[in-house]
């Protein structure tokens, strides 16, 4: 770890899951745990439709809402769409921007990226933007260029000020959703070279105080030896995230490493 010791940052992207009732019951459970997160930021990503219900469930508690996508303009007519104010209304102080899911299916680029990122800024909203390399690049050696070009497209023309509201998240694609984890070393290679390109382009203070998360198949079993990866500031979850026992156990392990190490 650069600098001061940092809590884990621990999100949940249940993506398109749960009904509202699910929604309810989930985030109530891990609502109730929070005594457990000792001072840990917890963040949900219910699907648009549960956002209402979340945010009534975690009224009273230290667990943050966001959300799992957004529009870059504040209204109109884009049918299907749902604005950064909008989610700011909801209850969100935090949405995904870029995830890997929204390039593969729905045409997502490093420039509408960077577009969501300025909406969701206006928006005082804060982005989790998402990176990472899909399985041909690792393998022909390109992860850290693939991983260059989406920062500097996606963050092209953003002030320190803004990049320090950002938060970072490296989701190798070949990981997520199939149960193949980057070792430990591997992410901590990628988290480094992300940190050593915000120092480059914004400064060390910028850099050492980043908040980089690692998302692909986190689970209990993983969380500890990731977070003690000096450059691993916690987790975005996807499967995990959906049982309150998997979700409140990898923070529980990433909180014991911190304990450890940091
Ligand atoms: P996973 O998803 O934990 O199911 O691999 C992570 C993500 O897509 O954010």
Redesign the pocket.
Known sequence: MIGTPRVPFVAG?W?MNLTRAESRELAGRIAAAGPEFGGSTIVLMPPFTALGDVAAALTGSDVALGAQDLFWEDRGAYTGEVSGPMLKDAGCAYV?VG???RRQYFGETDATVGRKVRAALKAGLRPIV?VGEVLEEREAGRTTARIDDQLARGLDGFSRDEIERMIF?Y?PVW????GKTASPGQAEEVHAHIRRRLEEGYGKTTASCAIILY????KPANSNPLFKEKNIDGF??????LEAESFIGIVREALLAYREEK
């Open positions: 992207n993506k995904l995830h890997s899911e998402c998240a989701e990981a997520i959703g199939t998302g692909g198949s986190v975005l979850v996807g499967g995990a995230s």
